[in-house]
């Protein structure tokens, strides 16, 4: 059996995915290796400093780097997390793309991402989280199988 070539729509939401993939993987590394590397001198007194602040969250004691690298963490496996989720839909359950809900919810996840990328982080998460954007919002412009009129056989 040869499978069917895969749709404007779900070509679309795959770019997206693997846009989001790799900003989030991309990003994970990076955290990493700036963690593990020494720290350059223009931003060793601001490490410093937040190492040396503390805070009491629910009963836990954390310093602020901690926090910090928490964040960025979890951020980087969550937009990995949602890119791979996506491709495993696209894959194993493509049907979840036939309406346009999950390119709805999609949208409205990376869509304000994008926005606070753009006024708050370098170039490459921008880029990246464009793409994602341009993605699933062209294939919201696509017709779906649902929406693709038949014609009844004669």
């Known amino acids: 059996m040869i499978p069917a070539s895969p749709s404007a729509r779900g070509r679309s939401c795959a770019i997206g995915a693997w846009s989001l993939l790799i ?3 991309t ?5 990493a290796v700036g963690a593990a590397t020494a720290t350059p001198a223009a931003e060793r007194a601001t490490r ?4 040396a602040t503390h805070v009491d969250i629910g009963g ?13 963490l979890s951020m980087a496996l969550f937009i990995a997390g949602l890119g791979a989720l996506n491709l495993l839909a696209l894959r194993r359950a493509p049907h979840l793309f036939d309406t346009r809900a999950a390119l709805w919810l ?3 996840v990376v869509l304000p991402a994008f926005v606070l990328a753009t006024l708050l982080f370098p170039p ?7 793409v994602a954007c341009a993605g699933f919002g062209f294939a919201l ?3 779906g199988p649902a929406t693709v009129p038949t014609v009844p056989p004669a």
């Open 124 to 130: 490459p998460p921008i880029a990246l989280l464009g």
């Open 141 to 143: 412009t696509r017709p």
């Open 106 to 108: 999609n949208l409205a």
């Open 48 to 51: 410093e400093a937040m190492a």
């Open 27 to 31: 990003h994970g590394v990076a955290v």
């Open 23 to 25: 900003a989030g993987v």
């Open 60 to 72: 836990l004691d954390r310093t602020l780097w901690q926090l910090f690298m928490g964040f960025s």
